[in-house]
């Protein structure tokens, strides 16, 4: 089965209101092609799950495409915290549902599982109970220890970018996979960008590589650079010329929304 | 540290009466050279956790070295029932024998959730099975959508048994092919006794860090043990030799008939050395994988 479309097509893959999951981590192998696809799509209202959230959930949220968040993290590594997702938590411009990474791994799992809740001790003591309504004291059934349920996530859709697809949808990923398996088991559809798509066969020479499995897989995407401006290793490193320019325009948000309009928004995206 | 011993010794660190995993691979990397160990070194007592393992706990049952099963599966895959498992539960015999029923999922949840440190891990499979009713499981309440769901207790091991294909000297070790459950059972037990084909350098270890499935710390003894799984297969070195489980399997329809197959391939051969020069060379030879079916290199370089 051929799963291949055009970047264009992306748009019809998802729909506002939507909740996505976002692959990669931090600086590293985020799907800017098909998140920028998002903002230029006019998508909008979006649940975002975010583990390792970076220039993704950055974006979206100076987009303004963010309804809600739950998040662990959303940052440039050594560039500091997330201009845009500051600004947006400063101003309460979205619902902001924080958890440990662990705590949103454990929830990922459960979507993945089918089960409703997963059982952690991660939490335990700490104001996380309070200001996250996704988890709840629960009493072990074996010894009676009180532990933390994690409310299962199940995304609607995933968003990942690996370094090679099969039309079929195999997915293979050389550098860190990240929880990029996870979230393609745990979403009902996953939409995979590849640096390039290659045959069947290369694919099974590499078995070891194969990082996301064709049944998780709905759509793929041939996207060269696709992660730009985060790396993708080993086709190419973090730009961090481009990098700088998004933290210098994302100082304020009007200055953001004229790089939204020409960068994110404008007609196409600049492959590398 | 090196952890580096012999079969006698490491398996001599299980304490009678310990509850031990082991075969956790299901048909492959079965560790019967170790099985066969505690077999000479006379436990008494142990509980044996395992998905599935082949004729190895049918081996250990009819020693007379296991007094508990936690267990999906028991039996003789290639030929059928095992039968000193079924001599056991039918008639005491050699000793009786308390049984944890498991489906091979809920075993491997029981694993992990030990592995993560919690009592239970919660799943939908087994509800409205009347196995669910076992004091292993419980029905609970999701807090966040009132669903009902079937908590899975925690299966903790004293120790695990694995056999893998390559490990160092302070127990990191190279796992491939079908894994099973062997990481959830590493995890999940309090320590890992490691029996592999090969002994190898740290270096080698270093150069493939993904492959690294079983990390050092969890690892007490490693043991030499080429050809350790026989007659299951470990991929790389060992097919499997079908021969050998279907003449256990004849040999143990009896009780007269196991007891003579125990003293030639376990007392007879008096350590994993004589089992292998009991099995011959050209048997051996004949195990060895036919052709090579190697990935390409990968390039770790940054």
């Not at chain 1, 209101?17 to 990669?24: A, F, H």
């Not at chain 1, 799950?49 to 993290?73: N, Q």
């Not at chain 2, 082991?22 to 160990?37: D, N, Q, T, V, W």
């Not at chain 2, 490990?167 to 894994?179: Q, R, T, Y």
Request: hydrophobic content about 40%; aromatic content about 8%; glycine content about 10%.
């Amino acid at each position: 089965m051929n799963k291949v479309i055009g970047l264009r097509d992306v748009r019809e893959e998802i729909r506002s209101g939507d909740t996505i999951v976002i692959g990669g981590g931090g600086l590293v192998r985020k799907p800017m092609a098909l998140v920028e696809e998002v903002i230029r799509a006019g998508i909008r209202d979006l649940t975002v799950v975010s583990v390792l959230g970076g220039p993704d959930v950055d974006l979206l949220l100076g987009a303004g495409r963010v309804k809600k968040l739950f998040y662990a993290y959303v940052g440039f590594d050594f560039g500091g915290p997330g201009p845009n997702f500051r600004r947006a938590r400063e101003e309460n411009k979205a619902e902001f549902i924080e958890g440990s990474e662990f705590i949103l791994i454990s929830a990922l799992e459960a979507g993945a599982r089918g089960i409703s809740f997963m059982p952690v001790r991660s939490g335990l003591g700490s104001d996380l109970l309070r200001v996250n309504s996704n988890l709840q004291k629960f009493v072990s059934p074996f010894g009676g220890e009180k532990l933390v349920a994690v409310k299962a996530i199940r995304p609607d859709v995933a968003l990942l970018h690996v370094n090679s697809a099969d039309p079929t949808g195999y997915g293979q990923i050389l550098g860190d996979w990240f929880l990029d398996p996870l979230c393609a088991q745990a979403a009902k559809k996953t939409i995979m960008s590849a640096e390039k798509i290659v045959d069947t066969e290369t694919i099974e020479q590499r078995f070891a590589d194969t990082a996301i499995v064709k049944l998780w897989t709905s759509k793929v995407v041939e996207a060269p650079g696709g992660a730009g401006f985060t790396s993708c290793y080993p086709d190419y490193p973090a730009d961090f010329v481009r990098l700088k320019e998004y933290l210098g325009h994302a100082r304020s948000a009007e200055t953001f929304n004229a790089y939204v309009e020409k960068n994110a928004a404008g007609q196409e995206r600049r492959v590398s | 540290m090196s952890k580096i011993c012999t079969l006698r010794e490491a398996i001599s660190s299980i304490e009678d009466g310990a509850a031990v995993a082991m075969g956790c691979g299901l048909e492959s990397l079965i560790p019967f050279a170790a099985g066969y160990e505690i077999i000479r070194r006379k436990k008494r007592g142990l509980t044996l956790v395992a998905p599935i393992s082949d004729i190895q706990f049918d081996q250990l049952i009819g020693a007379g070295s296991a007094r508990k099963i936690v267990a999906a599966w028991v039996g003789n895959v290639a030929a059928g029932l095992g039968h000193n498992f079924r001599r056991a539960m039918e008639e005491g015999i050699p000793r009786p024998l308390e049984v944890e029923e498991h489906s091979n999922f809920t075993i491997a949840l029981g694993l992990k959730a030990a592995g993560m440190g919690l009592p239970y891990l919660p799943t939908r499979t087994a509800l409205g099975s009347d196995f669910s009713e076992a004091p292993h499981f419980r029905a609970i309440t999701c807090p966040f959508t009132g669903e009902r769901l079937l908590a899975v207790r925690a299966v903790a091991p004293d120790v695990a048994i694995l056999h893998v294909q390559r490990a160092d000297s302070e127990g990191n070790a190279h796992l491939w092919g079908n894994l099973g459950v062997v990481r959830e059972a590493a995890y999940a037990a309090k320590r890992v006794i490691l029996t592999c084909e090969e002994v190898v350098d740290h270096e080698v270890i270093l150069s493939d860090p993904n492959r690294t499935l079983i990390p050092g710390f969890l690892v007490s003894h490693v043991v030499d043990a080429p050809f350790g799984s026989h007659p299951s297969p470990t991929q790389g070195y060992a097919r499997r030799d079908d021969d050998f489980y279907f003449d256990y399997h004849r040999q143990s329809r009896s009780l007269e008939g196991f007891q003579e197959w125990l003293q030639k391939w376990v007392f007879g051969a008096g350590d994993h050395e004589g089992y292998l020069d009991l099995l011959g060379k050209e048997r051996r030879e004949k195990l060895k994988p036919g052709r090579e079916l190697c990935s390409p290199a990968v390039n770790f370089s940054v």
